[in-house]
C-alpha cells in the first residue's frame, strides 16, 4: 500500500481510537466499545505490519473504497456466494425504497412558504436527510430539516433514519427549535452509537416571513434576496457527540420572493477531475444570479451547474432543500 495513503489510514484509525477512548471516559461503560476499541488497536497493528486491508479468508486486497468507510475491515466479498451477494443486493434495493418513501412530500407549501428538495444518494441507500413537517394550525407553521450522518453505506442511512423519527417524535405547534435540537441531541446521546453523529440544520417558518433556525455543525445556509445574500454559520456541535451540548437558534425575516437556500457537503465538496472543489465561492456566484427563481427551477440550475463542473455521477450523497416565501 503506498505510504501516502498509509499514513491517511492511520490517521483516520488513530481519530476513530480518540473518540471511543473519549466516550468510555464520558460514559464510564465497557461492552461494545471495549470490543470496538480491540478491533481499531488491532487495525492499527495490521497496518504496522503491512497487512492492512488483507482479507483474512483469501488474503487478497478489500477494496480500498470500502476501508475509507469502515476502516477495521477484515473481509471482502470472496466468501460470499454468487446467491448471497444476489440476496445482498436485494436487500440493499428494498433498503433504499424504504428510505425514499421516509422523504417528504414533493412541493409541500404550508404557512405561506413553498418547498422543493433533491435527494441525490451516492449508491443505493444515503446518510443525508431531509424532511418538512406542515404544521397547519392557527397559526401555520412549517417545520424543515436538512442533515447529514458521518459516514457512509447502510450504517450512515440507518442513523439517518434514527435521527430523523427523533425529530418528528418530538415536533408539536410552536416549539422552539433550539429546545427541539437540545432534546433530540439527548436522546441520540442517551444511547449513543459509537462514531455516529450528525450535522444538520432545523428551523420553523411562518406567515410573517420569520425564520427560526438551528444550525448544528452544517454547512451554512443560504438566505437569497434581489438585494442580499445572507449566511446562517453553525452556532453548535453536530448532534450525538455530547449530551450536554447547548444548542442555540437564530431568527430571520424574508421579504416575499426571498429564498432559503439548504443544501449538504455534497454539492459544495463535489470534485471535478483534477481535484477542485465546487466550493461555496462558485455557488455564491451561480445563486444570486437565480435568486427569482422558482425552488423547482433553482435547484435544477443548481444540480447541472454541479454535474458539469463534476463531470459525471457525485460520489457522495447530495441533497437540497429550497423554501421560498410567496411573493
Known amino acids: 500500500m503506498d505510504a501516502s495513503v498509509s499514513a491517511a489510514f492511520r490517521d483516520q484509525l488513530m481519530d476513530r481510537r480518540r473518540q471511543i477512548a473519549a466516550a468510555l471516559e464520558r ?49 471482502c466479498f470472496c466468501e460470499l456466494s454468487r446467491e448471497q451477494i444476489s440476496a445482498l443486493e436485494s436487500d440493499l434495493g428494498l433498503a433504499s ?13 404550508c404557512a405561506g412558504w413553498k418547498s422543493h428538495f433533491r435527494y441525490q444518494p451516492a449508491g443505493h441507500v444515503s446518510g443525508d436527510m431531509c424532511d418538512l413537517i406542515a404544521c397547519p394550525g392557527s397559526p401555520a407553521e412549517l417545520y424543515f430539516l436538512i442533515g447529514d450522518v458521518a459516514g457512509k453505506g447502510v450504517a ?3 442513523f439517518m ?5 427523533i425529530f418528528r417524535s418530538l415536533i408539536e405547534p410552536s416549539i422552539p427549535v433550539d ?11 442517551q444511547k449513543s452509537v459509537v462514531s455516529r453523529y450528525a450535522t444538520l440544520v432545523c428551523g420553523r417558518a411562518v406567515a410573517d416571513g420569520t425564520i427560526e433556525i438551528c444550525n448544528a455543525g452544517h454547512c451554512p445556509p443560504l438566505v437569497l434576496g ?18 450536554a451540548t447547548p444548542f442555540t437558534a437564530s431568527r430571520l ?17 463535489a470534485t471535478n477531475r483534477s481535484g477542485e472543489e465546487f466550493g461555496t465561492t462558485r455557488m455564491l456566484e451561480i445563486l444570486p444570479k437565480h435568486a427569482d427563481a422558482e425552488p423547482m427551477e ?15 455521477p457525485w460520489k457522495d450523497d447530495l441533497t437540497l432543500l429550497i423554501l421560498r416565501r410567496d411573493a
Open 27 to 75: 460514559l464510564g461503560e465497557a461492552g461494545d466499545l471495549m470490543r470496538l476499541l480491540q478491533e481499531v488497536d488491532d487495525a492499527l497493528g495490521r497496518l504496522e505490519g503491512n497487512r492492512f486491508g488483507e482479507c483474512l479468508v483469501c488474503h487478497g486486497e478489500v477494496d480500498e473504497a470500502d476501508l475509507h468507510i469502515h476502516p477495521t475491515l477484515q473481509y
Open 226 to 243: 434581489s438585494r442580499r445574500v445572507l449566511s446562517v454559520e453553525a452556532t453548535g456541535l453536530p448532534v450525538g457527540m455530547f449530551g
Open 156 to 158: 450512515a442511512s440507518l
Open 97 to 109: 425504497r424504504i428510505q425514499w418513501s421516509l422523504l417528504p412530500e414533493q412541493d409541500l407549501r
Open 253 to 269: 425575516s424574508l421579504e416575499p420572493g426571498e429564498t432559503l437556500f439548504l443544501y449538504t457537503d455534497g454539492l459544495s465538496e
Open 298 to 312: 433553482l435547484a435544477a440550475t443548481v444540480l447541472k451547474d454541479s454535474y458539469e463542473f463534476a463531470g459525471g
Open 179 to 189: 429546545r427541539l435540537v437540545t432534546r433530540a441531541n439527548e436522546l441520540l446521546t
Open 161 to 165: 433514519a434514527h435521527v430523523g423519527a
